[in-house]
């Protein structure tokens, strides 16, 4: 069992920048996978970035080159750096984390653990 705790969500304006933190109990952490979703108002889930166990990266096309994942297995927790966030950006950004960790998916039905969430908001 794996439980993820968010944080580092807050208001910024557009231009700026925010760190969001994923922290996860478990002792077998650096073998999955884990990635970050958004959800904004009025809108679905999908999928923002992920790392597998190897390190392997995936970003959707809407934050490339602005958003950066990066993990760290000794202290359990995977990051995604924002920069120049936009406006479109503003949502509630949750971690997840798959057993499987080899594969990074965009669905979000193949991910087995899933955080509460942090909320992220892109002042103009």
């Known amino acids: 069992q794996v439980q993820l705790v968010e944080s580092g969500g807050g208001l910024v304006q557009a231009g700026g920048s925010l760190r969001l933190s994923c922290a996860a109990s478990?002792?077998?952490?650096?073998?999955?996978?884990v990635a970050w979703f958004r959800q904004a108002p009025g809108k679905e889930r999908e999928f923002v970035g992920g790392?597998?166990?190897?390190?392997?990266?995936y970003y959707a096309d809407s934050v490339k080159g602005r958003f950066t994942i990066s993990r760290d297995n000794a202290k359990n927790t995977v990051s995604l750096q924002m920069n120049s966030l936009k406006r479109e950006d503003t949502a509630v950004y949750y971690c997840?984390?798959?057993?499987?960790?080899?594969?990074?998916?965009?669905?979000?039905?193949?991910?087995?653990?899933w955080g509460q969430g942090t909320r992220v908001t892109v002042s103009s």
């Open positions: 997840a984390a798959r057993i499987r960790g080899l594969v990074v998916s965009s669905d979000m039905s193949n991910w087995d653990y």
């Open positions: 478990g002792r077998t952490f650096s073998s999955y996978a």
């Open positions: 790392i597998n166990w190897s390190g392997g990266i």
